[in-house]
C-alpha cells in the first residue's frame, strides 16, 4: 500500500506544554491547542495535518501565577492552564480593526457568522444553495479547525479512527491576511497538486446507454462540428448492470458489458488515439459477486474459495480487501485502458469501523494507487470523488453530484466554487448544465456552458433520460453556436489554466478565488459572491438570471477594483473603483482583464481533443499598465514540481516604451515545439499601431491580420517559425492608448435590440447622443422613467470610462 510522506512532529522549540495540556506554535498564525485529560498527545499525521514540522516562529511566553501567555506578531493567546472552557482560553488577533469582534474564545459561537465558508460534501438533489462547512478565514480574523475526530495516518501508511476524546484545536489568528491564512494551511495539510494537463480541457459525460459504435459515431461528430474533448467520462453502463435478483442491485460493477463494447481494450485504444483519456464510474458499495469476471481471482486473492459464490463485501477498513480492490479489481481495467477513475459514492460516511469514512479512504487510496501504472511506471495521479472534509485538496478532482437543472441551482455554483478555495479545495467539478429534473432551456444550458469555461473544470454531464443532452447542436442554432465557441474557448485557455495549475500548487492560489481574497478590506468584495478571480488574469461575473425581455440581455452586478479594465471577449473598456451592473446578451458573460494583463491562448481557430503543447500562441495584452506573465509547460511527468521537467517563458509588457517581450524559453526546451509560431493581440490599440517585429534583435516580416475568433482581440501581429531559444520583441510606439469607445455606436445597438417602443427608442438616442454634458444627459434618462433595467444598460455604456 503506498505511503504518503509526513512530518507530523513539532520541532520542539515550538511546543509549550503542561500535564493535561500542549500549545504548539507552527507559524505566527497558527496555534494547534491540544488538551489530553490522560496527558497522552497525538504526533501522528491526521487527515487534515500531514506536516507539523516547520520553521520554529518568533514567540514569547509568559508564564504567569494564574495564566500562560503565548505571543506572536499575530496572535495573543491567554489560557489558564486547566480544562479548556470559554472563561480560561482565548486568542486576540493582533492588529484586527475590532479588539472584541476578533477575539476567540474556547465553546464561544457568536460570531461565527464571521466565517466565509468552506465547502460541502455534495450538491446532490440540491436546488439552489447549501449550508457550507466552515472554512479557515473569517472577517473577524480567527477561524478554528477541530481536528478532534479526524482520522490518523499510521507510519505504515494505514490509518486508525480517534474518538474525540482528546482535544485537538488548530487555531488560524491571520486577521484578514487571507493569502496568508491559506498558505500556512497547505503547510500543515500539504500542497494542493498539480493536475494532468488533460483535466484542464472539456469533458464529456453522460448518463447514457452507449454502445462502442455510438460512442466512436459522438467523438466523430464532435470532431466534425469542432468541439474539442480531452477527457471520456464513461458512466455506469460500461458494466453489467441487469444482473439476477439473486445478487442484488446491478449499481456496482467490474464487468465491461460485452453487449455494448464487445472489445473494450480496442475501444480505449480508440479513444487514446483520438486524443482522450477515459475514466469509469464505479459504486463500489456492493463489493463484487459470483457473476463478475475477476470474481475468482478476487476471491483467491482473499483467502475465499471461488466455487462457493459467497458475495465478497465491500470492507474499506479491511487491508487486505483494499490491496485486491486495487491489484486486482481497478489494476486489470487500467492495463486496459481506463487512465483514472470516478467514484461514485453515495451510502453516507459509515464503515465497519466508527470514524472511518469510507468516502475519504477511497479517495485518500485511489490517488495514491492511481501515482504508478499498473505496470510500476510512475504518472501523475487523478482522481474524481465527492468531498471528505480538510485536507481533500491532496485528491482532486472534486465531483460535486447530481444537480438538478434550475436556474437556482446555476446562480449557487459560482459562489459554491469560489468559496472552497477557503479550505484549500480549488478544483470542484460541476455537472455542466445540471444533472437531473428541469425543463430544456437553450439560455439556461448556455450560461451554463459559459460558466463551466471559467470554472476549474468543465464537465458537460446530463441524467439517464433520452430527452437530457448536452451536445450543443441538440440546442437552438443561436445557443449551439455560442457553446461551441465557449467549449473553444477552454480548450485554448489550456496553456493559461496550466500555468495557473503550478500556481496552485506552489502558490496555494486556487484558480477560483472569491474577491475578497484579493481585497479582503473592500466592503465590496463580500458583496459579489458570484464574481470571482479566475487566476491571475481574469475576474469573471458570470451571467446567472434569465434575460430581460425587454432588453433582450443579461445582467449581473458587479463590482471592479480600482483601474482600467478591459473584457477580453467584448473590447468593452471600464473605469473600476466602483459597483456596477453588467450587461450582455447570450453570446458572452462579462470576463474582464485589468491594464497590463497578458493572457496566453493556444493559437488555433478550432483546437483538436487533447491538450498537448501547441504550436502557435497567441498573446492577449492589455496596454495601459505595465505587466509579466511566465507561462509555465511541463513533461506530464511525477508530481509536477521538479524543475528538470519545466519550461517556462517570461513575457514582458513595459506600457512606457510600448514594448512586448517573449524572453527565451528557460529550462528543458525538449518539452515545448521546437519552433513555435507568436501572435500577439494588443486589445484596442490601432491596426497600424505596432511598428516593428525583432527576433533575436533582428527585425523580421509579420503578418498583420485577424486574431483568433472568441475574444475581443480583432487584430493580431503574427510571426511564425521561432525557435524556443529565441526572443521576441513587438515594438508600438510609447505609452499607446486604447482607441476611444465608439459610444454612440454602442448606444444604437442597444436600443435596437431593446423591446420598446420605436419612439421612445428615437427620444432616448437623441438625449444620450446629444452634444450636452454627461450628468445632463443622464438627468434627462432618469426622468424620462425608462425601465429600470434598460436605464442601467445605457448608463454602463455612458459611464464605462469615466
Known amino acids: 500500500m503506498p505511503v504518503l510522506p ?241 445478487y442484488g442491485s446491478g449499481w456496482t460493477g467490474y464487468t465491461w458489458n460485452r453487449d455494448l463494447f464487445p472489445d473494450p481494450d480496442a475501444f480505449l485504444t480508440w479513444l487514446h488515439e483520438h486524443g482522450l483519456r477515459v475514466t469509469l464510474n464505479v459504486h463500489p458499495a456492493d463489493g463484487v459477486r459470483a457473476y463478475e469476471e475477476l470474481y475468482p481471482e478476487m476471491a483467491r486473492a482473499l483467502g475465499r474459495d471461488p466455487e462457493s459464490g459467497d458475495p465478497l463485501a465491500f470492507d474499506v477498513t479491511d487491508r487486505e480487501f483494499l490491496a485486491a480492490y486495487f491489484d486486482v479489481l481497478h489494476a486489470e481495467l487500467e492495463r486496459g485502458g481506463v487512465d483514472f477513475w470516478w467514484l461514485d459514492w453515495q451510502s453516507g460516511p459509515h464503515s465497519r469501523v466508527a470514524g472511518i469514512d469510507p468516502l475519504w479512504m477511497l479517495n485518500h487510496f485511489h490517488f495514491l494507487d492511481n501515482a504508478t501504472t499498473p505496470d510500476g511506471k510512475p504518472r501523475r495521479p487523478l482522481t474524481f470523488s465527492r468531498y471528505a472534509g480538510p485536507g481533500s485538496h491532496r485528491y482532486p478532482v472534486g465531483f460535486s453530484g447530481d444537480s438538478i437543472v434550475t436556474w437556482a441551482s446555476l446562480e449557487f455554483q459560482p459562489e459554491f466554487t469560489a468559496t472552497a478555495a477557503n479550505i484549500g479545495y480549488g478544483w470542484w467539478s460541476h455537472d455542466i448544465g445540471g444533472h437531473m429534473m428541469g425543463v430544456k432551456d437553450d439560455e439556461l444550458a448556455t450560461r451554463w456552458v459559459q460558466l463551466g469555461t471559467f470554472s476549474p473544470i468543465l464537465r458537460l454531464h446530463s441524467a439517464s433520460n433520452p430527452f437530457a443532452t448536452k451536445e450543443p447542436w441538440s440546442f437552438g442554432t443561436a445557443a449551439a453556436a455560442v457553446m461551441t465557441d465557449f467549449l473553444r474557448l477552454r480548450h485554448r485557455l489550456v496553456p493559461y489554466l496550466h500555468t495557473m ?149 517570461a513575457i514582458t509588457w513595459n506600457q512606457q516604451t510600448g514594448v512586448l517581450e517573449i524572453a527565451a524559453l528557460v529550462g528543458d526546451a525538449a518539452i515545448v515545439p521546437a519552433a513555435r509560431t507568436w501572435s500577439v493581440a494588443l486589445l484596442g490599440l490601432a491596426p497600424d499601431a505596432v511598428s516593428r517585429v525583432l527576433v533575436d534583435g533582428e527585425p523580421v516580416d509579420a503578418a498583420v491580420g485577424p486574431a483568433t475568433p472568441g475574444t475581443a482581440a480583432r487584430l493580431a501581429v503574427t510571426v511564425a517559425d521561432v525557435p524556443a531559444t529565441s526572443v521576441v520583441r513587438v515594438e508600438t510606439s510609447a505609452d499607446p492608448r486604447p482607441v476611444p469607445a465608439d459610444v454612440p455606436t454602442l448606444l444604437f445597438a442597444l436600443l435596437d435590440r431593446a423591446h420598446v417602443g420605436y419612439d421612445l427608442k428615437r427620444e432616448l438616442y437623441g438625449i444620450l447622443t446629444a452634444d450636452e454634458p454627461l450628468t445632463v444627459r443622464l438627468s434627462h434618462l432618469q426622468a424620462r422613467q425608462v425601465p429600470r433595467g434598460l436605464e442601467t444598460a445605457l448608463s454602463e455604456i455612458l459611464l464605462a470610462q469615466v
Open 6 to 246: 509526513t512530518r507530523p512532529v513539532v520541532d520542539p522549540a515550538a511546543v509549550v506544554r503542561g500535564e493535561t495540556w500542549r500549545i504548539s506554535v507552527l507559524t505566527d498564525g497558527l496555534l494547534r491547542l491540544e488538551y489530553a485529560a490522560d496527558g497522552v498527545f497525538e504526533d501522528r499525521a491526521s487527515t487534515f495535518a500531514l506536516n507539523r514540522d516547520l520553521p520554529v516562529p518568533e514567540f514569547t511566553v509568559v508564564d504567569g501565577p494564574t495564566h500562560l501567555e503565548i505571543r506572536t506578531a499575530r496572535a495573543h493567546l491567554t489560557y489558564d492552564r486547566g480544562p479548556f472552557s470559554t472563561s480560561g482560553l482565548s486568542v486576540q488577533v493582533r492588529g484586527n480593526v475590532s479588539n472584541y469582534h476578533s477575539v476567540w474564545r474556547f465553546g464561544e459561537i457568536a460570531h461565527d457568522d464571521a466565517n466565509l465558508g468552506g465547502t460541502a460534501r455534495t450538491l446532490d438533489n440540491v436546488d439552489g444553495a447549501v449550508a457550507l462547512e466552515p472554512g479557515v478565514l473569517s472577517r473577524n480574523g480567527y477561524a478554528v479547525l477541530d481536528d478532534s475526530r479526524s482520522l490518523l495516518l499510521t507510519d505504515d501508511g494505514w490509518v486508525t479512527p480517534r474518538d474525540g476524546s482528546r482535544t485537538d484545536l488548530y487555531v488560524f489568528t491571520h486577521g484578514r491576511d487571507f493569502d496568508e491564512a491559506l498558505r500556512d494551511f497547505h503547510a500543515v495539510s500539504g500542497p494542493t497538486p498539480v493536475l494532468p494537463r488533460f483535466a484542464l480541457g472539456n469533458w464529456w459525460s453522460r448518463y447514457h446507454r452507449y454502445t462502442a459504435d455510438s460512442y466512436r459515431a459522438l467523438i466523430e461528430r464532435f470532431a466534425a462540428e469542432g468541439v474539442p474533448f480531452s477527457v471520456s467520462v464513461i458512466d455506469m453502463d460500461w458494466h453489467l448492470v441487469d444482473v439476477e435478483e439473486k
Open 501 to 649: 495549475n503550478h500556481r496552485a500548487a506552489r502558490e496555494s492560489l486556487a484558480l477560483v478565488r472569491p474577491m475578497y481574497h484579493s481585497h479582503p478590506e473592500a466592503p465590496e468584495a463580500y458583496r459579489v459572491p458570484t464574481q470571482f478571480t479566475f487566476g491571475s488574469e481574469l475576474v469573471v461575473a458570470p451571467i446567472t438570471a434569465p434575460i430581460e425581455r425587454e432588453l433582450q440581455l443579461g445582467s449581473v452586478r458587479a463590482w471592479l477594483p480600482a483601474g482600467e479594465w478591459v473584457d477580453v471577449l467584448t473590447g468593452l473598456r471600464y473605469t473600476g473603483g466602483r459597483e456596477i451592473v453588467l450587461h450582455r446578451d447570450l453570446t458572452s458573460i462579462p470576463a474582464l482583464a485589468p491594464a497590463g494583463a497578458i493572457l496566453p491562448l493556444d493559437g488555433r481557430d478550432i483546437p483538436g481533443n487533447g491538450t498537448e503543447h501547441p504550436g502557435h500562441l497567441e498573446l492577449l495584452v492589455v496596454p495601459g499598465a505595465d505587466g509579466a506573465f511566465t507561462l509555465i509547460e511541463d513533461d506530464g511527468a511525477g508530481d509536477g514540481l521538479d524543475p528538470a521537467g519545466i519550461a517556462r517563458t
